[in-house]
């Protein structure tokens, strides 16, 4: 429940605002009682069958109102050939079959032809009730996209887990088509552009897309950042603010925040701005004896905006939270923190990549049921899912930079890094208003002290400014565990967080007897712990291959990966100066059909793996747990209070 603030702790709350150089804050509010509250503008919201015939409610419920999702009246029709475009298939009429997306073609066929990527092409027709703009959103397409609107090529986008937007204009009294080519040949041309695929290269349309219409205004990327002073909580509020009118003018933005039965009502005033342009407006609410989310409390709030009379609405559900850091330990709200989880990759068997709701509830609950407070992910995540970890209380430690192979740099000149960069900070921007996510991961597995002058120097200015963008949250760089640097160089300077990679007892030294993994354990975090002085330090990715294929005991087999998680968690658990440790990984998944386990086939001449499939999830690909899930739950249990 929202509490009113008393006059004297919102002076002192105000004070503590400007002491912290607010110079953007445009107004502190404080909590009021419901039959109080001013009357707002009416959030505009319309069904999604009064936005487009056939629109659905949306997955992703949170950003703009007026939203409907495109799901269902798809046809899709392979074009291996790639002769599509020039028989005319940019105008639809290609036939296929009946789909709804997200939907991923090669999913069910996880061979190298199909992991080498394919052409398809996807139409819909599209009936609006009222002709003028509007703007379709898809979250990802894998590789490369090209979108037309009854023939006429309309956008195009190039990367997958980052969403796109391209405006259009329809007419009520005619239905249109809106066609998509989706590319995902080639993974090795991928790979060499920063888009290493460690997963299954799995192509098409693969999360949402949506269609809403455009108005006078437009809201976009909200940002909160909560600051805990005296037992209240300053919420400082921004969101973006562009004016699709033709004349320049003030857009101000009036806000709800409210839980329960209680609310708090304040207001952003409108700034200047040109036709076409945009401005980020700041707020700053004050909530007494705020309900803060945590892994144990997840509590969220309901964010309503509102731009000038009712013309445009965004709505979130946010969670006040103050994740601080100091000598290498976090906190939480004040209290001590501790990451203790399993890295996830999206990719549901004979779905991939194209995750329904359904299949992200399952992830969520599986973290949570093994006692995880943390996850790990490569690249960002469907905003669907961030949505369902935010309601688990489970914290998120996400890759958001380029995607290299381990030790490896791609962004070598100057336009692949300012490609780099757009990524990075879409993803940020994305997530940010999301509590669960607690880290932004820059590099995958960093070797040394950088691969050259070009990457130190891209990941210092990349660290400056995501720290610029969100405060709240570690700006994090994972080091390759097989060649971590020996004493810390320049690049790790501006990095709050260090997370590393520890294969000990599997790649390294695979039959080391107990007592002697655990001495090679504990003597390798004091050597990162004496490496990285003051920075917080994670074990971010260990684990072993695990199925029945291998004797049990073995390396390779059910109970020998429970014993390695077993003991590398023990070891974890009891070590100061540590913030946590992430298993590799939650569930198994697709990657190449080339792999067959890496190099531990030289260690262990004769182990049986399973070639395309990682194995060292806790949980089989098709959902059953395995020994090492019990292991992990009753390990971490000695982690503490989750």
């Not at 409907?68 to 291996?80: E, K, N």
Request: contains cysteine; glycine residues 10%.
């Amino acid at each position: 429940m929202l509490h009113v603030v008393p006059s004297d702790a919102l002076r002192l709350i105000a004070a503590t605002a400007a002491s912290l150089g607010a110079a953007a804050v445009v107004a502190v509010a404080s909590g009021s009682q419901r039959e109080a509250a001013p009357a707002l503008p009416r959030l505009p919201v319309e069904t999604p069958a009064a936005v487009v015939a056939g629109g659905a409610v949306p997955w992703i419920h949170d950003g703009p109102t007026r939203r409907a999702a495109l799901h269902r009246g798809w046809r899709v029709r392979l074009d291996p050939a790639d002769t599509g475009a020039a028989r005319g298939w940019a105008r639809g009429g290609f036939g296929g079959r009946p789909v709804a997306v997200p939907y991923v073609p090669n999913a069910r066929t996880l061979t190298s032809r199909s992991f080498a990527g394919s052409v398809a092409w996807y139409e819909r027709d599209l009936r609006v009730h009222r002709s003028g703009r509007y703007v379709v959103r898809f979250e990802s397409v894998n590789h490369r996209a090209t979108v037309w609107l009854d023939g006429r090529r309309v956008g195009a986008h190039t990367g997958t887990y980052l969403p796109f937007e391209i405006p259009i204009t329809l007419d009520d009294r005619r239905a249109h088509r809106l066609v998509v080519r989706a590319d995902w040949r080639d993974p090795e041309r991928m790979k060499a552009e920063g888009w290493h695929r460690t997963w299954f290269n799995f192509g098409g349309v693969n999360r949402e897309v949506t269609l809403r219409p455009v108005g006078r205004s437009e809201l976009n990327a909200p940002a909160v950042h909560t600051r805990l002073r005296q037992g209240g909580a300053l919420v400082e509020i921004s969101v973006e603010v562009r004016n699709r009118f033709p004349q320049a003018r003030a857009i101000p933005v009036e806000g709800v925040l409210a839980r329960g039965d209680g609310r708090i009502d304040f207001r952003m005033p409108g700034i200047r701005t040109a036709p076409g342009d945009a401005r980020v407006l700041h707020a700053t609410v004050a909530v007494s004896a705020p309900a803060l989310w945590s892994p144990t409390h997840p509590a969220l709030y309901d964010l309503q905006l509102v731009a000038g009379d009712g013309e445009a609405g965004y709505r979130a559900a946010i969670g006040l939270r103050e994740l601080t850091w100091a000598a290498g330990q976090l906190r939480l709200n004040g209290r001590p923190l501790r990451l203790r989880g399993a890295s996830l990759q999206e990719d549901a068997r004979g779905r991939g990549d194209a995750l329904r709701p359904a299949d992200q509830a399952t992830l969520a609950r599986e973290l949570v049921r093994l006692g995880a407070n943390a996850t790990r992910c490569q690249h960002p995540l469907d905003p669907g899912l961030l949505e369902r970890l935010d309601a688990a209380g489970v914290l998120v430690w996400m890759g958001v930079g380029p995607v290299d192979s381990p030790g490896s740099w791609t962004s070598r000149t100057a336009h692949r890094r300012r490609i780099a960069r757009q990524r990075t900070m879409a993803a940020v921007r994305e997530a940010q208003p999301h509590p669960s996510v607690i880290a932004y991961n820059l590099a995958n597995e960093l070797a040394g002290n950088g691969h050259d002058a070009t990457q130190v120097a891209y990941l210092r200015r990349m660290a400056r400014e995501v720290r610029a963008r969100d405060p709240g949250r570690l700006v994090a760089l994972d080091v390759w565990g097989a060649h971590p640097p020996r004493r810390t160089g320049a690049v790790y300077g501006p990095a709050d967080a260090i997370g590393v990679t520890n294969y000990t007892g599997w790649y390294d030294d695979t039959y080391a007897p107990r007592a002697r993994l655990v001495a090679m354990l504990r003597a390798r975090l004091i050597r990162m712990r004496r490496t990285f002085p003051g920075k917080v330090l994670v074990v971010s990715e260990f684990g072993a291959e695990g199925n029945e294929r291998n004797p049990s005991r073995a390396p390779g087999g059910l109970r020998f990966q429970a014993r390695l998680l077993r003991t590398h968690l023990e070891v974890y658990a009891h070590r100061a100066g540590l913030a946590g440790a992430l298993v590799w990984a939650l569930r198994d998944f697709a990657v190449s059909p080339a792999f067959a386990g890496g190099s531990i086939n030289r260690r262990v001449p004769g182990i049986r793996l399973v070639h395309g499939l990682n194995q060292k999830g806790v949980i089989t690909y098709g959902g059953r747990d395995k020994p090492a899930a019990r292991a992990v739950s009753l390990a971490f249990a000695a982690f503490g209070p989750r």
